[in-house]
């Protein structure tokens, strides 16, 4: 039985988003993990409504980021100022400072102001002029970039890419979904009236739930030999790493929760094999010249691995 937590939140999501079931899914998947979601597809496709709708639901302080190239660190994280009444200096919150934060377009942000989030995005904390603060909880940052525009933009750094824990992409609509989408957006805009359907502390509770959730020693040995075998395929420079190894696992448990289980299936290690190591993995360039794909190379290490069965 799904649980009424994972309902709500899907149903009011589906009040403006017109998607694949499974992509409000993983983003579910993201919000029980308190992990980090790049959002990459091309332009007009929804990625900044999905996002914006996702946050709007949860209830939390939200703020968004518009990436250029003269955005600076400080525009992130903050500043301390001079204030000439209090002759004192007094510190001023940058938009990171918040439960869910929209980092549109991030590749449009320089290698300089993207290393600006790193310390957000895994230590949960800013620091500025020396000072460290703690972020409020639940904290992600949701962040979208467009694949086909390369002028003007500046690649993640693998760094940056291993600290998101998911990846998704929406694609096209089909006709049916696109009627839709006409009929829902013909007069207004449903994200201007849509309302929090649950709260940041109900969130950090549901939270403490998915981490109970069982994960068989056979099972989570194949998540080991999944990510194993990344490492150890010559088509992959670079394969996944002990965060991966978590990302996989701690996803697995909040995908279970969703659907409604106590314990983790092999299938869930399956389904989201791709959404969690699809963009930390690094080709060879061998590889890239024979137009290899990341995600034939995890179907292919899938596929070679036995499937653990209950005795």
Not at 98 to 122: C, K
Not at 236 to 258: E, K, N, T
Request: hydrophobic share 45%.
């Amino acid at each position: 039985m799904v649980p009424e937590f994972v309902n709500r939140l899907i149903e009011n999501m589906k009040s403006v988003i017109v998607a694949k079931p499974e992509v409000l899914e993983l983003a579910l998947v993201a919000v029980l993990c308190e992990g980090h979601i790049l959002i990459e597809d091309v332009p007009g496709i929804g990625k900044t409504t999905l996002a914006k709708t996702l946050a709007r639901s949860l209830g939390c302080s939200f703020h968004r980021i518009q990436c250029t190239p003269d955005l600076l660190p400080s525009d992130i994280t903050g500043i301390h100022f001079f204030n000439q009444k209090t002759f004192e200096f007094e510190f001023r919150p940058g938009p990171v400072i918040a439960n869910i934060v929209l980092v549109d377009e991030i590749n449009r942000a320089t290698p300089r102001t993207q290393s600006s989030l790193l310390e957000a995005m895994q230590e949960k904390q800013v620091t500025v002029d020396g000072v460290t603060m703690p972020l409020p909880s639940p904290f992600m940052v949701i962040a979208t970039q467009n694949p086909v525009e390369l002028q003007g933009t500046f690649p993640l750094p693998e760094a940056q890419l291993d600290r998101f824990l998911l990846k998704l992409a929406l694609g096209y609509p089909n006709p049916g979904d696109e009627d839709l989408m006409l009929l829902r957006f013909e007069r207004s805009n449903p994200l201007e009236v849509l309302s929090a359907v649950t709260s940041a502390s109900e969130i950090m509770d549901i939270k403490r739930q998915v981490q109970e959730i069982y994960v068989e020693p056979s099972v989570r040995h194949y998540i080991l030999e999944v990510i194993g075998k990344t490492r150890a395929n010559p088509s992959i420079a670079l394969g996944g790493s002990p965060r991966a190894s978590l990302a996989l696992y701690w996803s697995c448990q909040a995908l279970a929760f969703i659907q409604g289980r106590d314990f983790v299936l092999p299938d869930d290690v399956k389904q989201l094999a791709i959404p969690v190591l699809g963009h930390r993995l690094i080709l060879s360039t061998e590889a890239y010249l024979h137009d290899t794909s990341k995600e034939k190379l995890i179907e292919d290490i899938l596929s070679s691995l036995p499937v653990p069965v209950e005795e």
